[in-house]
């Protein structure tokens, strides 16, 4: 078939990957981006006149540029906080070249179409707090309005999905937190609570094991 010939065509960013027919007869392509997302159901004659050459990347990427163009000649906000957590934003989701996109685009983290521009962004989020970083309410979410706030490090780090939360007499804290409270280095908790398979009320009240067991009254 004919439409086999397309595979592996190149097409600005997009390689095809595969072939079929789309719902009007027509050939469409699964395509693969420079970026490492897909890009499905491409119409072959879009991409032979090149009316679609990425995933979206591309654009995305432009409008970032255009953005930091417009802000130094209008607004001269560029090197701004604000302006930094909206760039190093758009660039943990967009470029792949980032060292965080693993974590972020490469993960499907992207930002609401409103925040692509820095003065909307900068209108909903107004300006950053002194000690305060741009932080995701729901890490599984991507950054819009609703999700994003400025918080502290202590905030952000209590919020990671990989942070150990201990309940112990009525208080939730992180585990670094009980570990600066209680005295004890932050790696001995941790050998007690998952290697060693102790409570939470002896790991936390006995004191240091290379010292005198001593429980805290």
């Known amino acids: 078939m004919a439409s086999k010939n397309y ?26 981006c420079d970026c490492g997302n897909h890009k499905n159901g491409v119409d072959v004659a879009d991409l032979n ?3 679609t050459t990425s995933c979206g990347c591309y654009n995305r990427e432009k409008t970032v540029e255009r953005n930091k163009k417009y802000i130094r000649k209008t607004h001269g906000m560029s090197k701004t906080e604000e302006y930094r957590s909206w760039n190093s ?9 980032h060292e965080a996109y693993e974590r972020y685009g490469g993960k499907g983290i992207v930002v609401c179409d ?3 521009n820095f003065e909307n962004f900068l209108a909903d989020m107004g300006e950053r707090p002194k000690g305060k970083t741009l932080d995701r309410i729901d890490n599984s979410k991507g950054y819009n309005p609703e999700n994003c706030r400025w918080s502290s490090r202590l905030t952000q780090t209590r919020n990671r ?35 060693q398979g102790w409570s939470v009320e002896r790991a936390l009240t006995v004191k240091d094991g290379r010292r005198k067991e001593v429980c805290y009254r």
Do not use: N
Not at 9 to 25: A, D, F, H, P, Q
Not at 165 to 193: I, M, N, S, V
């Open 89 to 97: 934003m758009m660039q943990r989701c967009y470029s792949s070249k």
């Open 114 to 116: 409103k925040w692509h």
């Open 7 to 32: 595979i592996e065509r190149r097409y600005g960013r997009l390689v095809v990957i595969g072939t079929r027919k789309g719902k009007r007869g027509q050939t469409v392509c699964d395509c693969l």
């Open 49 to 51: 006149r090149s009316h």
């Open 161 to 195: 999905s990989t942070t150990i939360t201990l309940e112990f007499k009525g208080e939730t804290k992180t585990l670094q937190e009980w570990a600066d409270e209680k005295g004890l280095p932050y790696a001995l908790l941790r050998t007690r609570l998952r290697k």
